[in-house]
């Protein structure tokens, strides 16, 4: 059960609110539950570092109490590289959108997620470009619509969580904005892994996905998720064309072998120093 | 047809007339209406081009050099953090003299993050070898988009040629807009792109191969004199233009109101509006007062700026952006034309104004006049701070 006395406040920078999201946006729903992740893992709010690049899910950081950057569009990762390689005992959370995470910021992707290096990612997978209107993004499922696709998407979407285990990433995992306390603790398993976490979240973005996909409101959209989301163990036992159209909720990935790229470094730069 | 749109539409519907073949573009504020009604145009059959998403402003300025070196007409637009993503396209383009046409529908650069208007980013790609235009308004920005393309494919040009126009100012503003009924006569005005050099199988040129130091220095000194030779021709658009769909609004500069004037405004892009405005009322108390308007920044206009200075004793140059260190961008190029032809005894004024959105209102550009008459020779001197506690 989710304690419905959380002080939200405690971690809120009041004079940066009211938030700039549409109201029925499900990027607050995720901001809470972020919120509450880093309250249970009892981290110093001075040692957590929120980096973003930009879109409306990037637009985050303005918004908690603990040390934050607010970047270049698609490249939250770099930014947060340099800060983990740099002070390695920070706790570093980058949030990206999928435009972000995934387009311009796709190269990072991969690159951060072959290292291996310490940062928990937080990809807001609303299928569109939110912020500057709803042109398509490459994880706009086959056939929806946006704004650039005006006859329904034909380009292949992105999975983001096959591509961030085929590149290397030692925790994968996906939920929604709907199921919030799924949310919450897949957030606290990602924060708490050493090595490159991606969790992604499915959220609903109405004004510029749902409303040219027959999902007017932000009922429709939670109500999609809730439908098409499928526990990896059901999903095992259904047929591809049951799983059309739906997708796999879970963690998919949680690797302990694999070494750590900043703890590496230290360890080269030790071994080099005692030469 | 005369019609009410919107500074982006007035933009996509001059770059339809031209029927470019390939559009690629990444959306970023405020430029995304002009690729959004590109892309509607392509969709609805309006427009016969190959539209071509992808994931990056970088992409977007590489696909327009792929097939523009493939002989085609070509055109993307971006603003801002986009524009200056794209740059290291940019100088690639105009290093090997592609004609692309782009849009910059200019706004601030981060950090912090601003979406507002200012000149900031074009600046930034100053001298990339891009031929960089500015419109004032709706109506010159649908003209100068048809004028941009004839001067990036002119055999003696064969430079990408951008062109700037206010964002938010202009792209999301709606002003009367005559537009061309014929298509048949842009076709006449300007005829099909035909590239001497281009990538044809049967034909084969390679592209942009290592310049060693023996030839490097040729290559870019070529691309200097085309920007040189530009200027007659993009003062032939102009007039051309004017011929045959009878708009004309300055070829390299424009004046307004400057025969009898001594004291002279310089600025370039939607501010012009505001200071036409403010002029007309200055002159009425009495104030001999003209405009400069500049029309192409790269090249630089100087024959006609200082046959158009000749008889002035101050000018007033307003700008919207800045080079930290130095002072004004567009003031020091003032300077340095006025400088070079012997009229260094004229007072220049140079003021930053207007970043990152702040409103440029007609009272501004009164109290600007005002205090320039008490200043001699200042430069980047920022107006309209709000007083910090
Ligand atoms: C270099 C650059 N290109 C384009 C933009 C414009 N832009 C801002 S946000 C955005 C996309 C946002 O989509 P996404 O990352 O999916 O985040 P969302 O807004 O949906 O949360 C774009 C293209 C930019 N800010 N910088
Ligand atoms: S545009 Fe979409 S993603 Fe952005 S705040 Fe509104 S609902 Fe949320």
Redesign the pocket.
């Known amino acids: 059960m989710i304690k419905t006395k959380f002080d939200y406040d405690k971690y809120l920078r009041k004079n940066t609110l009211p938030h700039?999201?549409?109201p029925?946006?499900?990027?607050g729903i995720i901001l809470k539950a972020l919120l509450r992740a880093i309250d249970k893992c009892e981290y110093p709010k001075d040692d957590v570092v929120v980096a973003s690049g930009i879109?409306?899910?990037s637009r985050l950081p303005g918004y908690v109490d603990f040390n934050t950057i607010h970047t270049t569009h698609g490249r939250a990762l770099t930014f947060a590289t340099g800060i983990k390689m740099f002070k390695p005992r920070l706790k570093v959370i980058a949030i990206s959108?999928d435009g972000d995470a995934l387009a311009i910021g796709g190269n990072h992707f991969i690159h951060a997620a072959r290292r291996n290096i310490d940062i928990t990612m937080i990809i807001?997978n609303?299928y569109?470009y939110?912020?500057t209107?709803?042109q398509y993004s490459p994880t706009q499922p086959l056939g929806t619509y946006s704004t650039t696709t005006s006859f329904g998407s034909i380009e292949q979407p992105f999975d983001a969580c096959n591509l961030a285990q085929a590149a290397g990433a030692t925790w994968v995992g996906r939920s929604t904005s709907y199921h919030a306390v799924q949310l919450e603790k897949f957030i606290v398993s990602a924060l708490k892994h050493t090595g490159f976490s991606v969790l992604e979240v499915i959220?609903?973005?109405?004004?510029?996905?749902?409303r040219r996909n027959k999902m007017k409101s932000?009922v429709e959209m939670v109500k999609y998720q809730k439908e098409k989301a499928i526990p990896i163990r059901s999903a095992e036992n259904m047929s591809d064309e049951e799983l059309a159209g739906r997708f796999k909720t879970g963690i998919f990935l949680e690797n302990t072998d694999k070494p750590e790229f900043s703890s590496e470094y230290r360890k080269m730069a030790e071994t080099l120093k005692t030469k | 047809m005369r019609q009410v749109l919107e500074g982006s539409m007035a933009v996509s519907d001059g770059v339809r007339m031209v029927e470019p073949h390939v559009i690629s573009a990444y959306p970023i504020t405020p430029q995304t209406h002009i690729v959004e009604h590109l892309s509607k145009m392509v969709a609805d059959g309006n427009l016969k081009s190959e539209f071509i998403m992808v994931e990056s402003e970088h992409s977007a300025a590489s696909v327009v050099l792929g097939a523009s070196a493939c002989g085609v007409r070509t055109y993307t637009a971006t603003a801002s953090q986009g524009l200056i993503y794209m740059e290291e396209v940019i100088y690639n383009i105009a290093g090997m003299r592609l004609p692309v046409v782009l849009t910059v529908a200019n706004r601030a650069l981060s950090a912090p993050i601003n979406i507002w208007n200012d000149m900031q980013d074009a600046m930034a790609i100053r001298d990339t070898g891009a031929i960089m235009l500015v419109a004032e308004n709706n109506q010159e920005a649908y003209d100068m988009h048809i004028q941009a393309f004839k001067i990036a494919e002119n055999p003696d040009v064969m430079l990408p040629v951008v062109v700037n126009v206010d964002g938010f100012v202009l792209t999301h503003t709606f002003e009367i807009v005559e537009t061309i009924d014929s298509i048949e006569k842009v076709r006449e005005y300007l005829p099909p792109l035909d590239m001497k050099y281009k990538l044809d199988v049967d034909n084969p040129y390679s592209f942009g191969t290592l310049g060693e130091p023996s030839v490097y220095m040729e290559s870019r000194y070529n691309l200097y004199n085309a920007m040189n030779l530009s200027k007659k021709v993009i003062v032939e658009a102009a007039r051309e233009f004017k011929n045959m769909f009878g708009k004309f609004h300055g070829a390299l500069i424009d004046t307004y109101k400057m025969d009898d004037a001594n004291t002279v405004i310089i600025a370039m892009g939607s501010v012009i509006g505001t200071i036409k405005d403010a002029v007309d009322e200055l002159r009425e108390s009495g104030k001999k007062i003209g405009v400069l308007k500049i029309r192409s920044f790269r090249p630089f206009p100087e024959d006609e700026i200082v046959s158009a200075l000749r008889n002035v004793e101050n000018i007033i140059v307003m700008e919207k952006a800045v080079s930290p260190g130095k002072g004004g961008i567009l003031s020091v190029e003032i300077r340095d034309t006025l400088y070079k032809n012997k009229m260094a005894s004229i007072n220049v004024n140079g003021y930053i104004l207007g970043l990152g959105g702040r409103d440029i209102t007609p009272k501004n550009i009164y109290d600007l006049v005002v205090r320039a008459e008490r200043e001699e020779n200042v430069d980047g001197k920022f107006i309209g701070l709000r007083r910090l506690e």
């Open positions: 700039i999201w549409c029925g946006c499900g990027d879109g409306c899910a959108g807001f609303n569109t939110g912020m209107g709803g959220t609903n973005c109405h004004i510029s996905f749902g932000p």
